[in-house]
């Protein structure tokens, strides 16, 4: 299993990114699906997770700014971040959940300048 997440970059405050993550194999469907980020010098928290039947849940620091989403024909898990704020910083990591294993994707790094 394979996780490939891309789309970040360097971006002002309030401004917006999309971030994707392209997962391998034929399981994708009925994965839950998240993104995680870590800043400088912090622990790697949940920003944002989908179950296989849609239901998403967030972070209470990105609700109402981001939307997690996924399209199950393309393999993929999409973060779709609005009004983007410093402390949003940090390397964004895709994860995948099946049957008990999880498996992490290699981070993408957004930064967010003031």
């Known amino acids: 299993v394979q996780l490939q997440a891309f789309g970040g970059g360097l971006m002002q405050a309030g401004g917006s990114l999309r971030l994707s993550c392209v997962v391998s194999?034929?399981?994708?469907?009925?994965?839950?699906m998240g993104w995680y980020r870590q800043a400088p010098g912090k622990q790697r928290e949940l920003v944002a997770v989908i179950t296989s039947d849609g239901s998403a849940r967030y972070a209470d620091s990105v609700k109402g700014r981001f939307t997690i989403s996924r399209d199950n024909a393309k393999n993929t898990v999409y973060l779709q971040m609005n009004n983007l704020k410093p402390e949003d910083t940090g390397v964004y990591y895709c994860?995948?959940?099946?049957?008990?294993?999880?498996?992490w994707g290699q981070g993408t790094l957004v930064t967010v300048s003031s």
């Open positions: 194999g034929s399981t994708f469907s009925i994965s839950a």
């Open positions: 994860m995948r959940a099946l049957l008990g294993q999880i498996y």
